[in-house]
């Protein structure tokens, strides 16, 4: 009988479902929007990626939930709850075992978490009081720019004047985009301006970790190859993407409920 266990990452905007086998490889992985009722959107997220992967739920033999939802998906449907700063750190030291340092930019909060050689977290800190800076504050931006978050990412390198966004509130930041379009500013240098804004922020929190190389990027911002290179320029040192950012807290989720399943069965 094959082995399998899941991790579910309930965040602001998105839920990303992973599922693994006995040996931690992915079997299946899935991406949805977060919708109001968290419990029943993340229940039917894990059984949307349960079946990209053919299994039933009998198949899967134990579940940690992470993210802004863990509490609702844990009194639900998972049977576990971990933090997500723990999650991302198991996740990108499985995908990168350099890792030293992880940048985790998502719907709602930024996160930096210094790893010891062996993986575990050692330092964090977080910025989850307001929404600049992250997938939220890109999602209005791209509104006010009249362009899709693809479109943002490859607009970045064609820019050609360096334009500072001053503010990091997003608020605020919407209406400094609104004057400098009505200034004749092309969309591109805003855009440019507007990943340097989210790079020096995440500097910010960088200097109260300390950075330590290999630096890996989770999250779905990571997606942005813009806010990739700004943080790039910025901290003066390579920026290691995996190939699917946004499932790398599931992952890291669905390797715990791996091991944790192996420890009761001891």
Do not use: W
């Not at 990626?49 to 939802?69: H, I, M, N, Q, S």
Request: hydrophobic share 40%; charged share 25%.
């Amino acid at each position: 009988m094959a082995l399998y266990f899941a991790g579910i990452d309930i965040g602001s905007l998105a839920i990303k479902v992973c599922v693994v086998d006995g040996d931690g490889n992915i079997a299946a992985y899935h991406i949805a929007k977060t919708e109001a009722k968290l419990s029943e959107s993340g229940k039917r997220a894990y059984l949307d990626c349960l079946r990209k992967a053919g299994l039933d739920e009998g198949d899967v033999l134990f579940r940690v939930a992470t993210g802004y939802g863990r509490n609702l998906a844990s009194q639900h449907f998972a049977d576990e709850k971990v933090t997500e700063i723990t999650c991302h750190a198991t996740g990108a030291k499985k995908i990168f075992d350099s890792v030293r340092t992880v940048i985790d930019i998502g719907g709602q909060d930024s996160k930096v978490i210094g790893l010891s050689g062996e993986g575990k977290v050692v330092r964090f800190t977080m910025n989850d009081k307001c929404a600049a800076g992250t997938g939220k504050f890109l999602e209005v931006m791209a509104e006010r720019l009249g362009v899709s978050l693809n479109e943002m990412s490859e607009m970045h390198f064609r820019s050609r004047k360096k334009i500072t966004i001053t503010s990091v509130c997003t608020v605020f930041a919407e209406s400094e985009v609104i004057s400098l379009l009505a200034q004749g500013e092309e969309a591109e240098d805003i855009v440019a301006g507007l990943h340097e804004s989210i790079a020096k922020r995440i500097y910010g929190l960088v200097k109260q970790v300390g950075i330590v190389e290999d630096v890996v990027m989770t999250g779905g911002v990571a997606k942005n190859r813009g806010v990739v290179s700004a943080i790039e320029q910025e901290l003066g040192v390579r920026v290691l993407v995996p190939e699917e950012p946004q499932v790398v807290g599931a992952y890291g989720a669905a390797l715990i409920a791996r091991d944790k399943f192996k420890k009761f069965k001891k």
